[in-house]
């Protein structure tokens, strides 16, 4: 039997630990054999899929399952492990391996409810190819929380949607005095009409192009000269969004090749969602006023919508750190949403049932008992 100082260091522990494992979008089955080696330990039923998603099945068979999927890959670039007082920096640390590890932790300390936990893979990369192998393959959950930061006190009610749209332009070669444009003009040209027609769509009700609702086109790449040229926009848009309609017009400003590498719509819920409801109740449990969010990027929630079952995004983390040199999460945060989401499931799995729940205490005191480093 683990002593109390190991039991309390066990999630600490486990983030560093796979923090340690880099997993980019390609390269993550280091990292899910290792998970699936600890959701072993922990009594999970675990293994690693097809396409290296890992997967821990927890808790009492013949009640509705819960479904809380991460991902487990991440951005290119190094940020070394380490630890400066309460914060752990390592790439991954906020997205989303933080939020996998909460999960984790809180699905081991769930007796009541099936629980039913995946690591995806690629989610960081056009397609989501881990979250659509799940839900080509695997059962529909009665319910599903998604792993992205979204503070520990905060619940993320929707994402927007992408369109990626390429343009290639190839023409005979121009002297540098014709009065026509070259490819590389016509390949900027193209862009800005994308961009202009993107933010029309919502210039009268937000002009903010973060805003939820708004649509907004970034131009990640242009290269070319005089007779070739290409450009790349990744266009942010909000639920209901008429892709057809997109498409239409880019091809209608040019005869040139127009491409798109996917077409992934936006995602939102309401507070009254039992996913979101019973995360804002633990969280107030807590102690902490809950906030609610909705996201100008894309994830995992984004692809599993069809399910059509109650979803929200939640875990500990600054999302503003994404991607960058300074990623880190605080521990203390950490341990605080592993505290909120073991609260959380076991009242959700009685709602999902028609079980009537006993009211929140205001915090939450966890058991020591057992072999199990997180059981309750």
Same mark, same amino acid.
């Given at each position: ?39 072993d ?18 808790? /009492? *068979? $013949?009640?509705?399952? =819960?479904? %809380? ?7 290119? #670039? !190094? ?9 752990l ?45 799940v839900?080509d ?11 992205? /930061? *979204? $503070?520990?006190?905060? =619940?993320? %009610? ?7 749209? #390429? !343009? ?5 070669p ?63 848009? /909000?639920? $209901?969004?008429?892709?057809?309609? %997109? ?28 996913v ?54 605080p521990?203390?945060?950490?341990y605080?949403a ?10 959700l ?28």
């Amino acid at each position: 039997m683990l002593d109390r100082q190991q039991i309390e260091d066990y999630p600490a522990w486990l983030l560093r630990a796979a923090l340690s494992i880099p997993s980019v979008s390609g390269q993550e089955l280091p990292l899910a054999g290792f998970l699936a080696e600890q959701l072993d330990t922990l009594g999970f039923d675990a293994h690693v899929d097809e396409v290296g998603n890992v997967h821990g099945v927890i808790g /009492p *068979s $013949g009640g509705p399952t =819960v479904m %809380l999927l991460g991902h487990i890959d991440t951005v290119p #670039g !190094y940020v070394p492990v380490c630890q400066v007082g309460d914060l752990l920096y390592g790439r991954g640390s906020v997205d989303a391996k933080g939020s996998f590890v909460t999960m984790i932790c809180a699905a081991a300390r769930s007796s009541e409810v099936r629980v039913h936990v995946v690591g995806a893979v690629g989610e960081e990369v056009a397609g989501g190819r881990g979250a659509r192998h799940v839900m080509d393959t695997v059962p529909r959950p009665a319910a599903v929380v998604i792993g992205e /930061p *979204s $503070g520990w006190d905060g =619940v993320c %009610l929707g994402y927007k949607g992408r369109i990626g749209l #390429g !343009y290639e332009m190839h023409q005979p070669p121009l002297h540098t005095s014709s009065p026509e444009p070259t490819a590389v003009e016509r390949a900027a040209r193209f862009a800005h009409d994308v961009q202009d027609y993107l933010r029309g769509l919502s210039a009268e009700h937000d002009p903010d192009p973060v805003a939820f609702g708004v649509a907004a086109g970034t131009l990640t790449r242009l290269c070319g000269d005089l007779a070739d040229a290409e450009a790349f926009l990744t266009c942010r848009v /909000p639920p $209901g969004f008429d892709f057809a309609a %997109l498409e239409r017009f880019a091809r209608s400003r040019t005869h040139s090749r127009i491409w798109v590498d996917e077409r992934v719509p936006g995602v939102t819920r309401t507070r009254s969602d039992p996913v979101v409801s019973q995360l804002r109740a633990a969280i107030a449990a807590q102690g902490a006023r809950p906030t609610f969010k909705r996201k100008a990027g894309t994830s995992d929630m984004n692809t599993l919508d069809p399910w059509g079952v109650p979803m929200a995004a939640y875990g500990p983390g600054d999302a503003h750190l994404d991607h960058t040199t300074d990623e880190h999460i605080p521990i203390s945060e950490l341990y605080r949403a592993i505290d909120v989401l073991t609260c959380a499931l076991p009242r959700l799995g009685r709602q999902l049932a028609g079980v009537t729940s006993r009211p929140l205490q205001p915090a939450l005191e966890p058991a020591l008992a057992g072999s199990n480093p997180l059981e309750a």
